[in-house]
Every structure is written in structure tokens, then in C-alpha cells.
């Protein structure tokens, strides 16, 4: 039998292996928040290679806000925090309290599941993925402030299987206990349905804000959660400066 001509993976160039190891050692919580990284010269002597390598790897994951650099300190593992990739990334809880209003969370469903369809193409799941589906309002005083519809990957985030979420938010939980790196936000504006409108205690047909928003750490998705909002009473707020044209 003739030799069959197999391809064989390229190992990663240098610079991606320095960037997937520290970044590894971030997200895995070996290296927690405030700790120092090594500097520049000793990870030069650790991987034998350029000056230039190591600068580029670092740069990339301070790009990517897990990694600040402090003048004359050194580069050190960043806080986790609730923010960037377009929008703010809010506790609900601290937007209504923001308020003045008192704050009350209700969950209204918990399911472990094998995920759909149309599940596997959000998260980017293989067949048999298992994962949480979960329903909850936030209240605002008297009033329902959003209904939070989400789900969680059990492959990137398997903490979350022993977790009611029955007195606090999984939105809550994540920020405070999974490093994420990027997220993606779609916002668009809906009519509610009945049952969204029956939970909101809204007439069915009001407006609604709805935002969707995906998490991912390391190349895999962490969770996808679709937030509604009465329309009424929710607005979005960004701050911007104007750019200048190159030359």
C-alpha cells in the first residue's frame, strides 16, 4: 500500500505559545488578579527568544484588558471587571439600586439540559453538550425592571451545575466568579409578546429594549443571555470622543 501524505499541524509560532500560556495561567486563576507577571527579560531567558516576542504576546493581552502595565513596576494581572466590549457589562442589581429603588431578585425557572440546534450555534457547542437554562425577573421597587433569559456552557463553566441561582443572579455569579476576556452585545428594539408582557406587567405590543450578549474566555463561550427591558423605563448611555483623520 502506497504512503498516505498526512498533513502535519504546524506547531504555534512562538509568540502565539507565550500569549495561549500566559493567558492560560490568567484565565485558570493560577496567576490571580494583582499578581506580577515576569518581567519582559526573564520571560526572554524562560522561552529563548527575542526581546521583541515577548513584548508582542504582552501587548496583545493588554489589548485584550487581562494584563495592565504599571511604569516602573512592571505588567500585572488586571481586576476582573464588569465593563468593555462596546457596552458595559452592569450588575443588574447595581443599576437599579443606582435607582434609589429597592432591589429584589426572582428566579422563575432552572433546567439542566442537553443543548439544541440553535443552542449549539450560539455557543459554538458539539453534539451532547450539556448546559442551564435559565428565567428570572429583576424588580425595581414594585415594578418587574427586566426579564433575563440565559444560558450557560457547562463545558467552559462546569461551577455553575452546582448552582440554584435561586437567591442571586447567574449574571451576578459569573462576574464574580469566571474571567472572561471579550463579549459581544446586539441591541434592538421589539414589541413584547404575551408572555413577556404578562411578566413585565406591560400591555402586550409595548416597546421593549432588548440586549443579547455572548461571553467567551479562551476560545470557548461561557454564556448567552437575552435581557428585556420596558422601554419606558430603560435607556442606553454611552460616552464618546470624536476621532481625528490620519495626517
Same mark, same amino acid.
Given at each position: 500500500?502506497?504512503?498516505?501524505?498526512?498533513?502535519?499541524?504546524?506547531?504555534?509560532?512562538?509568540?502565539?505559545?507565550?500569549? +495561549?500560556?500566559?493567558?492560560?495561567?490568567?484565565?485558570?486563576?493560577?496567576?490571580?488578579?494583582?499578581?506580577?507577571?515576569?518581567?519582559?527579560?526573564?520571560?526572554?531567558?524562560? =522561552?529563548?527568544? /527575542?526581546?521583541?516576542?515577548?513584548?508582542? @504576546?504582552?501587548?496583545?493581552?493588554?489589548?485584550?484588558?487581562?494584563?495592565?502595565?504599571?511604569?516602573?513596576?512592571?505588567?500585572?494581572?488586571? #481586576?476582573?471587571?464588569? #465593563?468593555? &466590549?462596546?457596552?458595559?457589562?452592569?450588575?443588574? !442589581? &447595581? +443599576?437599579?439600586? /443606582? $435607582?434609589?429603588?429597592? =432591589?429584589?431578585?426572582?428566579?422563575?425557572?432552572?433546567? +439542566?439540559?442537553?443543548?439544541?440546534?440553535?443552542?449549539?450555534? $450560539?455557543?459554538?457547542?458539539?453534539? %451532547?453538550?450539556?448546559?442551564?437554562?435559565?428565567? *428570572?425577573?429583576?424588580? *425595581?421597587?414594585?415594578?418587574?425592571?427586566?426579564?433575563?433569559?440565559?444560558?450557560?456552557? $457547562? #463545558?467552559?463553566?462546569?461551577?455553575?451545575?452546582?448552582? *440554584?441561582?435561586?437567591?442571586? /443572579?447567574?449574571?451576578?455569579?459569573?462576574?464574580? #466568579?469566571?474571567?472572561?476576556? &471579550?463579549?459581544?452585545?446586539?441591541?434592538?428594539?421589539? @414589541? &413584547?409578546?404575551?408572555?413577556?408582557?404578562?411578566?413585565?406587567?406591560?400591555?402586550?405590543? *409595548?416597546?421593549?429594549?432588548?440586549? !443579547?450578549?455572548?461571553?467567551?474566555? %479562551?476560545? /470557548?463561550? $461561557?454564556?448567552?443571555?437575552?435581557?428585556?427591558?420596558?422601554?419606558?423605563?430603560? !435607556?442606553?448611555?454611552?460616552?464618546?470622543?470624536?476621532?481625528?483623520?490620519? %495626517?
Amino acid at each position: 500500500m502506497d504512503d498516505i501524505n498526512v498533513p502535519v499541524p504546524r506547531e504555534p509560532s512562538l509568540h502565539r505559545r507565550i500569549l +495561549e500560556e500566559v493567558e492560560g495561567k490568567i484565565l485558570s486563576g493560577e496567576w490571580p488578579p494583582g499578581f506580577r507577571i515576569p518581567f519582559e527579560h526573564e520571560l526572554t531567558e524562560h =522561552y529563548g527568544c /527575542s526581546r521583541m516576542t515577548v513584548n508582542k @504576546a504582552i501587548t496583545e493581552l493588554v489589548k485584550r484588558g487581562l494584563i495592565e502595565r504599571r511604569r516602573k513596576s512592571g505588567s500585572f494581572v488586571t #481586576q476582573p471587571h464588569a #465593563q468593555s &466590549a462596546v457596552l458595559e457589562i452592569h450588575d443588574i !442589581e &447595581a +443599576e437599579v439600586r /443606582s $435607582l434609589g429603588l429597592p =432591589y429584589r431578585y426572582e428566579r422563575l425557572a432552572r433546567l +439542566e439540559r442537553a443543548a439544541k440546534v440553535g443552542d449549539r450555534k $450560539l455557543l459554538d457547542l458539539p453534539a %451532547g453538550a450539556k448546559l442551564i437554562e435559565l428565567s *428570572a425577573l429583576h424588580h *425595581a421597587g414594585a415594578r418587574p425592571f427586566c426579564l433575563e433569559e440565559r444560558i450557560i456552557n $457547562l #463545558q467552559a463553566v462546569p461551577e455553575a451545575a452546582g448552582e *440554584a441561582f435561586d437567591t442571586a /443572579s447567574a449574571g451576578q455569579w459569573l462576574l464574580g #466568579q469566571v474571567p472572561w476576556s &471579550a463579549a459581544e452585545h446586539r441591541i434592538r428594539a421589539v @414589541a &413584547a409578546e404575551q408572555r413577556v408582557a404578562d411578566l413585565l406587567r406591560i400591555a402586550p405590543g *409595548a416597546a421593549c429594549l432588548v440586549i !443579547e450578549r455572548r461571553t467567551w474566555s %479562551g476560545g /470557548s463561550y $461561557l454564556t448567552h443571555v437575552h435581557l428585556t427591558y420596558p422601554g419606558e423605563s430603560h !435607556e442606553l448611555v454611552a460616552e464618546f470622543a470624536p476621532t481625528h483623520p490620519k %495626517g
